[in-house]
């Protein structure tokens, strides 16, 4: 059930709730033959732009004290988070590439060598496998990319809901495609931003499922999803960047890009994909064109 907070109007689900239940990846049982997943950040939801620019590129500015190369350094942050083939990239390796190159161009980062180490190895980036190993090592740059993340964590969350909101033409493109398939939401994020983000704006109502964080990662949820009964060609995965695409590819599932600037176009374009995705006309030269499309704007 969901919960209005009193002060921001905010849906918020109890912890008991039942649409979190309802919507789990164990509860959920197939209904149709066809199935779509939907990412959240930066495919159904605007919200990358904003965690990037007024957080995350901010912050690390803050943290490592950078102000002097401030712009340039918030270019490139944008480049690699958002604009290139590295678009979605974890946050830890986002903030890995960046160390390095402002480590080589313009101000000695102490102690990178030991993050950089920890990025390479650790199979699970988390703050709670980094601050083990600030445990164990004390390492200085360990410290402040655990600052950094956790400073990140809590101003994304206190950005206002209305920061954070669907692409135009999202919702008409999800609401045609409930009609006839099931909905998963399969996001790495963590579900409490996609139960309140998708609750506040009435989306969850079209949605089966919610694969989020917690659940493992994109390849992983999708296959899980496959095992309940869809074949691979009746799979359609709307996704923003290479990871999702290669996720999907890994499930031999088929990919609907939403290309990164110009999301609403993509999600215009939706209703033929969609008509060839039940016809089964989806493979061939339409999709090859929208892969090649999609691939060409983030390189
Ligand atoms: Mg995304």
């Not at 290669?246 to 939706?270: H, M």
């Amino acid at each position: 059930m969901i919960r209005y907070g009193a002060a921001d109007g905010i849906p918020r689900y109890e912890s008991e709730g039942t649409k979190v239940t309802q919507k789990s990846l164990s509860g959920f049982c197939k209904a149709r033959d066809w199935l779509v997943c939907i990412d959240s950040d930066g495919t159904a939801m605007d919200t990358m732009t904003v965690k990037h620019q007024k957080v995350l590129g901010p912050c690390l500015i803050e943290e490592w004290n950078l102000e002097q190369w401030r712009e340039e350094i918030l270019a490139r942050w944008d480049e690699i988070n958002m604009y290139t083939s590295t678009r979605g990239i974890h946050r830890f390796q986002g903030l890995r590439r960046a160390l390095k190159e402002i480590h080589e161009k313009y101000v000695p980062i102490e102690g990178i060598y030991c993050f950089d180490n920890w990025c390479e190895t650790e199979s699970t980036l988390s703050n709670a496998t980094l601050k083990a190993e600030l445990e164990r090592s004390g390492n200085v740059c360990l410290k402040k990319a655990l600052h950094w993340a956790s400073m990140v964590n809590e101003r994304v969350e206190s950005l206002k809901i209305e920061e954070k909101q669907p692409f135009e033409g999202f919702r008409e493109a999800l609401e045609r495609a409930a009609g006839q398939a099931d909905i998963a939401v399969v996001s790495s994020a963590n579900p409490e931003a996609v139960f309140t983000e998708w609750g506040y704006y009435r989306l969850l109502d079209h949605v089966d499922v919610v694969c989020a964080q917690d659940c493992g990662s994109k390849e992983y949820c999708i296959g899980q999803l496959k095992n309940k009964g869809y074949e691979s060609t009746h799979i359609l995965v709307c996704g923003d960047a290479l990871g999702d695409l290669d996720a999907t590819e890994k499930n031999q599932a088929l990919f609907y890009p939403v290309c990164q600037g110009r999301e609403k176009e993509s999600w215009g374009e939706f209703e033929e994909g969609f008509q060839r995705f039940l016809a089964g006309t989806y493979e061939g030269g339409y999709y090859e064109e929208k892969k090649e499309r999609f691939k060409k704007n983030l390189s």
